[in-house]
């Protein structure tokens, strides 16, 4: 054929598959939106594992050494509450009367708080009760309940282990927070349980911040190039139907996010 003419009579050949998919597009919509429908409830309680062992395979030789420990020894779940007082002690390393009413009241509320182990409550105004010894009792409980700057002090508890608790982690942290800032002056919650919940919860909110991020440059970079809401939208109700889906089956599967599925909005997006 001369360069530069075409033949009308060629075609390009059609897939089958192709023209199926086009010959049912409302029944497969229809199908679509109504599992859509039906995993929208499942996909709002898909729960977030937040916890060390998630980072791991359950095969790790560190993790079954890590689980070996926490059975024997009750692992080291610890919380605690730091505060300044500036009138902490009085001659003879001796609580004043004022601080020490104020660490035995933080020390029963926290007692109260649901997933607390009331017998691990540890504070100075229990440790110093006694009159002797009390200047070797407060160098020995120094870096522990005390700082070395006389003025810091500490209230310790232990946590229930999570798969022993009746109530939720987060809301015994809630309860603890709350005490805290409650707390004349406001006092400071740190501890390992609390690290590990607070990084989890970053981690959360930062990949619900890709996903959405993700989202509207995706519409935005579709409309720019086709100038049509319509190819804007049917991206956006494919894309946020696929996830509820994605996150229906997982939750009805048993399934949990850990930190690395945490970015599944924005990576179904991206994809999509």
């Known amino acids: 054929m001369p360069a530069g003419q075409t033949d009308a009579n060629i075609t390009l050949p059609t897939s089958n598959w192709s023209e199926w998919l086009v010959s049912y597009r409302t029944l497969l919509a229809a199908l679509f939106l109504m599992a859509v429908c039906c995993t929208w409830a499942p ?54 009367d004022t601080s020490r009413q104020q660490i035995i009241q933080l020390a029963e509320a926290l007692r109260q708080v649901p997933g607390v182990q009331p017998e691990s409550v540890q504070h100075l105004a229990d440790s110093l009760k006694y009159p002797y010894g009390r200047h070797r009792i407060r160098k020995l409980m120094e870096g522990l309940m005390v700082g070395t700057d006389g003025i810091t002090n500490a209230v310790i508890c232990r946590l229930i282990p999570q798969e022993s608790s009746t109530v939720p982690r987060d809301q015994t942290f809630q309860q603890i927070k709350s005490l805290a800032a409650n707390n004349n002056p406001p006092a400071v919650v740190v501890g390992e349980p609390i690290q590990v919940q607070e990084m989890f919860r970053y981690v ?25 809401p319509r190819w804007m939208l049917l991206p956006f109700i494919v894309i946020q139907g696929s996830l509820v889906l994605t996150r229906g089956l997982l939750a009805i599967s048993g399934f949990e996010l850990s930190m690395v599925s945490s970015m599944l909005n924005s990576l179904v997006t991206i994809i999509g």
Do not use: C, H, W
């Open 43 to 96: 996909s709002r309680q898909l729960a977030f594992d937040q916890s060390i062992e998630s980072l791991y395979a359950s095969s790790n030789p560190r993790l079954l050494d890590f689980q070996k420990s926490k059975r024997t020894f009750g692992g080291d779940e610890f919380v605690i509450l730091a505060y300044e007082d500036r009138n902490l002690f009085t001659e003879g390393d001796r609580l004043s």
């Open 204 to 228: 959360e909110e930062d990949g619900r911040t890709l996903g959405y991020a993700s989202t509207a440059l995706q519409m935005a970079i579709v409309f720019f190039f086709f100038r049509n």
